[in-house]
């Protein structure tokens, strides 16, 4: 059973940075067709990606975050991460970290089976 914990949420302001973090454990972590990403979910708006890995390790970006939010992983401790600078009040969501099985389509939201509990990320001007 695939288990996802996400950690370091928080509010900044902002301009602010916050680094997410997300503990993977209950599958071989290190093999390369195992795909990750990040999604959010703002207040009454559906799920939409936001960062993923895909094929080969290919990282894909959504349009407003790129430049500012960075994927990441490392895969001697099963985690994969999110960098992001520059927030922004639109920012504000939770963040979740996900399994996306098929390794394409890493922005869709429906591409995913496994999913974390979520971090609140609150951004404020």
């Known amino acids: 059973q695939v288990e996802l914990v996400e950690s370091g949420g928080g509010s900044v302001q902002a301009g602010g940075s916050l680094t997410l973090s997300c503990s993977a454990s209950g599958y071989t972590y290190t093999r390369s067709t195992y795909c990750m990403g990040w999604l959010r979910q703002a207040a009454g708006k559906g799920r939409e990606g936001v960062a993923s890995f895909e094929i080969g390790g290919v990282t894909t970006y959504a349009e407003s975050v790129k430049g500012r939010f960075t994927i990441t992983r490392d895969n001697t401790k099963n985690t994969l991460y999110l960098q992001m600078n520059s927030l922004k009040p639109e920012d504000t969501a939770m963040y979740y970290c996900?399994?996306?099985?098929?390794?394409?389509?890493?922005?869709?939201?429906?591409?995913?089976?496994?999913w974390g509990q979520g971090t609140q990320v609150t951004v404020s001007s």
């Open positions: 996900a399994v996306n099985p098929s390794c394409r389509e890493g922005l869709v939201a429906s591409q995913y089976d496994y």
